[in-house]
């Protein structure tokens, strides 16, 4: 029973958070190649699948049927946000350390760059 409620909620948050209710309309696209093959028998699944997918958003006869395909338009989005619960109360504790602590200095001394490589950087910009 558990795990029927888990699968219910998680699609529940799939279907309305995500881009998923999208595969709801697949029975769509099979109704929608039946009504191509009716008017051209030769049409195959892989030509149906690139004039409306691959061309773009055509505006031919079938256009308002097109649109009902999936990853057609952009549908309703809303976003939703989980916060997690912090009671009123909630204090918190910072622990300081018993010991100071201790920063060790240490002098750094440069790699040794050749003269010859800094007169570079004064040259002035050259056109090419």
Known sequence: MRK?????????????TTEAHELLKIPVVF?????????????????????????????????????????????????????????LNAQIDIQYPDEPIQIIWSLYKPAFIFSAYQVNIWQPPKMS
Not at 4 to 14: D, G, V, W
Not at 44 to 72: E, T, W
């Open 31 to 87: 109704q929608h190649f039946l009504e191509h093959q009716q008017e051209d028998p030769q049409i195959s699944a892989v030509q149906f699948l690139q004039i409306h997918y691959m061309q773009g958003n055509v505006k031919d006869k079938d256009y308002d049927r097109d649109m009902q395909l999936p990853f057609k338009t952009a549908g309703e989005f809303f976003t939703s946000s989980a916060t997690p619960f912090v009671p």
């Open 4 to 16: 029927r409620i888990a699968i219910l909620f998680l699609s529940i948050y799939l279907c309305s």
